[in-house]
């Protein structure tokens, strides 16, 4: 009898287990309707604006999505496939920077007024996810960035800070499923923005933004086999270039490269 009872009581644990894995919406649903709702992109499509008013007007709305985030366990999470769980912690950071900001909107004009002379906005633990009391920080370098954990770059221009010199939020969520195509439209309509990537024919070198500075190891490091910021930015010369020549140039790696201030006023639309 006593076996009977042990054999049902595993069975029921992996049975909410799997209940519980099943549950959460891998397709984001929620948080992509706000971002239809709430998102736009500019007349060159290239860059994005956020209508944080409208957010705020969905305030409950989006505690409910970042309720059913902190939800996920790390059992659960560890189950999903690889796509799947780089989705998740993507829209995970964009949600929470979105809260962040909404806590004191409108009465800042950059993220960078929600830090202090000791700590960053991305280095406060303002929230929970897989069990654990995190910050932005926490997601993008101690779990995404981790080396051997997703190891593509590409993130750089899917995790957004609030900012105008960032790469564009996104006007729906990341999902497993479409992880690969978005990643790539993301990247691509970044490198387009000549207000942030541009080859400048008067000093022959290429502005880029300073993502590619800060970031460079990343982009150095093997991916799709580039071992350079100027080989990864070779494969993508016809997003760069203002002709055929200076196209080849950057394909072949022969300009120089200068970074771009980086702008962090707010991403917010213009009424």
């Not at 564009?168 to 690969?180: H, I, K, P, V, Y």
Request: glycine fraction near 6%; include cysteine; charged fraction near 25%.
């Amino acid at each position: 009898m006593k076996l009977l009872l042990k054999i049902l009581l595993i069975g029921l644990l992996i049975g909410l287990s799997a209940t519980s894995a099943l549950a959460f919406d891998q397709q984001h649903a929620s948080f992509d309707l706000l971002l239809k709702k709430h998102v736009s992109w500019d007349a060159t499509g290239v860059a994005s604006q956020v209508d944080y008013a409208g957010f705020q007007r969905n305030q409950e709305q989006l505690d409910n999505y970042l309720t059913e985030l902190s939800a996920v366990t790390q059992r659960d999470f560890d189950s999903w496939s690889k796509p799947t769980r780089l989705a998740f912690l993507i829209n995970a950071y964009n949600a929470f920077t979105l809260k962040l900001i909404l806590g004191s909107y409108p009465d800042i004009e950059s993220i960078k007024e929600l830090g202090s002379l000791f700590s960053s906005p991305w280095s406060k633990k303002f929230f929970s996810l897989l069990g654990k009391r995190r910050s932005l920080d926490n997601i993008e370098h101690d779990i995404i960035r981790v080396p051997g954990a997703y190891d593509d770059p590409r993130i750089h221009f899917a995790v957004v800070c609030a900012s105008i010199g960032c790469p564009a939020l996104r006007d729906e969520a990341f999902s497993g499923g479409q992880l690969e195509q978005q990643l790539e439209d993301s990247l691509k309509r970044f490198l387009s923005d000549r207000s942030r990537n541009r080859y400048n024919p008067k000093t022959q070198a290429l502005e880029i933004s300073k993502i590619f500075d800060w970031y460079g190891n990343d982009f150095s490091a093997g991916f799709r086999s580039h071992e350079s910021v100027a080989a990864f930015l070779g494969d993508y010369a016809k997003l760069l270039a203002d002709s055929p020549a200076n196209k080849d140039k950057i394909a072949q790696q022969k300009v120089e490269i200068d970074f771009l201030d980086y702008d962090w006023s707010l991403n917010k639309s213009i009424p």
